[in-house]
């Protein structure tokens, strides 16, 4: 195996330090592969054999590929762009006595202690001045530009005991002394190349500069903030651009906003994935029934990543559904439906996998833990269609530094590609992978 795959992902986890430059650098491969890019608030010209792809806040993106003849159904991969870190506020600057900090807030539920005494910088996008109104630029300022210094144990010797982190007090990174006060503006209008007065607004966060990088003694596993989730943001891309045709539409789609709920208009709860595969159908000359019927021959795989069994922490994971990383990507089940997997959407994964060489592990949480949901279920309110979650394992999920493997990688982007080159086409009771 020549890892091709999980180069590429580290590659892109090094450039990718916001949702907004995830979706940025997901455009520019599909670009390069020849998908043509259209609005929402434009006229569609979209035509059978064409590539194209449509964002919605510069944070969320749907691909899609229509095929040469009258479509099938719609083959989705969803992702998030989204993870768990701390967003500035508007007003950043807070002068602490002699010190200059940034004012933060929680974005998603992270590990907070894993964001103390790491080198950070800042992300994300500004919107600045133009003759005509505003426009949206991307910032990522490349430095180790902050840090949340811990207390010294001598100063906390319950520290090892476990501790309780105020958001508020404990984890606002340090700016500089008092002679950065005012600065801070100053540095993310030289990072957007602009004036400081022509900043209108921002949304920017922080990032472990800590780079993506491989480890282990034969390079097995991979090392890096925001594996949650973009390790199947771009494996799944991987497998789309390279995927051959099928009857069906395949569609590559990254919703932002997992982490706090996705209620939002970019998340996987808005009117974006239905609202796109409607205006295809649209486009195309076919009526409402057309999409109806498109819908139960459709499929979906829901890839947010999983747990691993945990080698400190064995006894936390269930007694027989067990992961390990590097022995197979995760199919999630649960019986509350938090996953959407059943025996259908299972048997088809099983399927998938079988065709692409690739090896499954299963996931289920202890009886007597409640876990978390993702983009399935939320999707499938506004977008009904057989649905199977799915994730790579990892460690520290959350963390601003987390570990996942090599082999899941590359065997998840065989999955999407042969998944891609197929048709979900359901008669009756029976099932078929065309």
Known sequence: MDNRVSKGLVDFLNNSHSHFHAVENVKKQLVENGFAEICEGEKWNVEKGGKYFVTRNDSSLIAFKIPENEYVGFNIVASHSDSPCFKIKEKGELVQGEYVSLNTERYGGMIMSTWLDRPLSVAGRVMVKTKNGFESKLVDIDKNLLIIPNLAIHMDRTANDGKKFNPQSDMLPLFGDLSRKGQFEQVIADAAGVAKEDIIAKDLYLYNRDNACFMGLEDEFIGSGRLDDLQCVYTSMDGFIHAGHSDSIAVLAVFDNEEVGSETKQGAASTFLFNTLTRINIVLGYDDEKYMMALCHSFMISADNAHSVHPNNMSIADPTNRPYINKGVVVKHNANQRYTT????????????????????????????????????ISNNRVALNTVDIGLPQFAMHSSFETAGVKDTEDFAAICKVFYECSVVKNGNNYTLK
Do not use: M, P, W, Y
């Not at 499954?360 to 978390?372: E, M, P, T, V, Y």
């Open 342 to 377: 059943d025996a259908v959407s299972n048997a088809v994964f099983k399927q998938l996998a079988e065709k692409a060489g690739a090896e499954l592990q299963h996931f289920a949480n202890r009886s007597d833990i409640l876990g978390g949901g993702t983009l399935g279920n």
